[in-house]
């Protein structure tokens, strides 16, 4: 039994069927023996199977379809060094313990991708327990990620993932490289947790709402926007060196950390 055409759509399944792209994929995680494994959305196997070949030390193999689950565990019944996890990923990332300097692969689903990569951000000890991330995209969205500020795809997705991440894409996956087809391309990024990080947020949810309140109207000044957050103290933009005649998209990802701050610094 070597392949699974079963899809459910709700959970947003493609599954990955191009050998070039996964060993692509599997490089770029550089997975030794001594290597502790996690990989999000296992789905027919494809991927885990390379990444067995490697010898790794330890596989997490999560999918959240009960029939995928069960076809994984036939299809990998032989190999003790994986275990897999009949769950979503959102309900245990951050309850169950896999170790440390875990690397972490996953082909994420399209309708839930932010909401993951946001959980991997929000850990409140950092570093966290993974060493590196391994994520494909939604080719949109990936351009979101790692989008440059005066960018029309610059906000809050940038601002959040760079805080505490460092980015690199590594290349774009043909929507032919997927069975069944999605309408869409997408593309593989990497992400590395930052050791030390000058931007001490104290916490996340406080940079989502400060994102949130000043890219709510994006094509304006965020004059109003500041002000609703601090009261409409403008000294603060002053304390900050900070224009308020600008747009959102303007702003440097630092300054939305330094606002951030202040805000924390003045308001808990």
């Avoid at 190999?79 to 990923?89: A, M, P, Q, R, S």
Wanted: aromatic fraction near 10%; include cysteine; hydrophobic fraction near 40%.
């Amino acid at each position: 039994m070597n392949s699974f055409i079963y899809q459910k759509k709700s959970l947003g399944q493609n599954f990955l069927i191009d050998k070039n792209i996964i060993n692509k994929i599997i490089k770029i995680g550089n997975v030794e023996k001594n290597s502790t494994i996690l990989e999000i959305g296992s789905g027919n196997g494809n991927l885990t199977s390379k990444i067995i070949d490697l010898n790794p030390k330890k596989i997490y193999a999560i999918e959240k379809d009960k029939k995928l689950t069960d076809f994984l565990k036939i299809k990998l019944q032989k190999n003790n060094k994986i275990e897999i996890i009949n769950e979503d990923i959102l309900n245990i990332i951050k309850i169950k313990n896999f170790g440390k300097n875990i690397i972490v692969f996953g082909n994420l689903p399209y309708n839930i991708s932010t909401q993951i990569l946001a959980s991997f951000i929000q850990f409140e000890k950092w570093p966290p327990w993974y060493e590196l991330l391994v994520l494909m995209f939604q080719k949109e969205v990936a351009d979101r990620i790692i989008s440059k500020e005066s960018s029309s795809n610059f906000g809050r997705l940038s601002i959040l993932s760079n805080w505490r991440l460092d980015i690199k894409k590594h290349f774009d996956v043909s929507r032919n490289c997927f069975f069944p087809k999605p309408k869409v391309n997408s593309t593989v990024l990497s992400f590395k947790p930052k050791k030390k990080n000058k931007f001490n947020i104290r916490n996340p949810k406080n940079l989502e709402m400060v994102t949130r309140v000043l890219f709510s109207n994006r094509r304006k000044m965020i004059n109003k926007n500041f002000l609703k957050l601090f009261n409409g103290n403008k000294s603060i933009a002053e304390d900050l060196s900070l224009k308020l005649n600008q747009r959102p998209e303007d702003l440097s990802k630092e300054m939305y950390y330094k606002i951030t701050m202040k805000y924390e610094e003045l308001f808990g």
